[in-house]
């Protein structure tokens, strides 16, 4: 079954410098990787994804994410956080080709961004 | 943009008492979940159901739960007799199953709280 793994439960960042939350998945078949992220009392926005093709991807809010697939990685990054992107952050793996077609989600990271 | 949508928002309930939450999911999905989240800690997969029967079930999904899409329109998770330890926020959430299209979209979820 798959699964991911996000080694930080917390992570904080100054304003305006560049913030990294890691994420590492396994999977039997190929990896379709998400990004979720989880404000206070709200339910989850998606923000990005990855299915196929290059490996950098962009998503919502300024947010971009690599996926590496020799570390079998897929780590959230933006080059300039803000206060505002304090928030609850999942990633989440599907393996639709290996069979499985559920979602599921790494324990969350909280980034916090400070003035 | 359509939305997911669960009611009722928050729901009290006695230990032993009977719970049925509801969702409608984005009305040309056809895959469907349930997820949740305890005291915002970890997203925790519960069921996922398509073509009107479930399609993979967690651990945590026991005897106590089931799931029905009574109508076109509803999916719903019923809880027979709720514990203590059901207190979690519940989400529902729905996605099309193109491979090129397998985000899952999210409803603002429903609150539980046994006691």
């Known amino acids: 079954a798959q699964s991911v793994a996000q080694p930080e439960d917390q992570v904080n960042v100054a304003e305006g410098n560049p913030l990294t939350v890691k994420c590492t998945y396994s999977v039997s078949g190929n990896p379709y990787l998400f990004w979720y992220v989880q404000y206070p009392n709200r339910g989850l926005q998606f923000l990005l994804k990855?299915?196929?093709?290059?490996?950098l991807v962009k998503g919502s809010y300024g947010f971009e994410a690599e996926f590496n697939k020799s570390q079998t990685s897929f780590h959230l990054k933006k080059p300039s956080a803000l206060v505002s992107d304090s928030a609850l952050y999942f990633c989440a793996v599907r393996d639709i080709l290996g069979g499985n077609n559920d979602m599921r989600f790494g324990a969350g990271t909280r980034l916090t961004v400070k003035p | 943009e359509p939305e997911v949508t669960q009611t009722p928002s928050h729901q009290v309930t006695q230990m032993g008492q009977e719970v049925i939450l509801r969702c409608v999911p984005i009305?040309?999905?056809?895959?469907f979940y349930w997820y949740r989240q305890i005291l915002g800690q970890k997203v925790e997969f519960l069921v996922s159901f398509y073509n009107n029967e479930i399609s993979e079930k967690s651990e945590i999904f026991d005897d106590q739960f089931s799931v029905e899409r009574p109508d076109g329109s509803n999916f719903t998770l019923k809880i027979r007799s709720t514990k203590l330890e059901d207190s979690a926020m519940y989400f529902c959430?729905?996605?099309?199953?193109?491979?090129?299209?397998?985000?899952?979209?999210f409803g603002q979820g429903t609150r539980l709280t046994v006691v």
């Open positions: 990855y299915i196929t093709g290059d490996n």
């Open positions: 959430a729905s996605s099309e199953i193109r491979v090129d299209n397998t985000e899952a979209f």
């Open positions: 009305s040309n999905h056809l895959y």
